[in-house]
């Protein structure tokens, strides 16, 4: 998982990666500590989606720009579009499902 620092790389790796997640969380938010790595384990039964974190007190534009009311959030995009939305208090295995779901359908569409 990639930590980026800016709000422009953010949406540019957003635009140009087919796949990808963002992690949204602070250092202060005890729930993201926790999550963060689960987060990581999942993602990485999935390589052809690009992670990549952010910490919103490092750029606070990310909350504007994606509209995060808590963190920790995780997005889910697919060309460009958020495809999935999770916050805060996040079931792993319902996560992990649904992840799978949708990266599944993609890459059996784009073959």
């Not at 987060?39 to 910490?55: A, N, R």
Request: proline share 4%; with cysteine; charged share 25%.
């Amino acid at each position: 998982m990639e930590l980026l620092k800016d709000i422009e790389t953010v949406k540019q790796h957003i635009a140009d990666e087919k796949l990808s997640l963002l992690y949204i969380g602070q250092e202060n938010c005890s729930v993201c500590h926790g999550l963060k790595p689960q987060i990581k384990k999942i993602m990485s039964e999935f390589p052809d989606v690009y992670t990549m974190e952010v910490d919103a007190m490092d750029v606070p534009e990310v909350a504007g720009e994606f509209q995060v009311l808590t963190v920790p959030v995780v997005l889910l995009f697919v060309e460009g579009k958020e495809y999935l939305r999770k916050a805060r208090i996040i079931q792993t295995a319902q996560f992990k499902a649904e992840v799978e779901k949708i990266v599944t359908g993609y890459l059996s569409i784009a073959e």
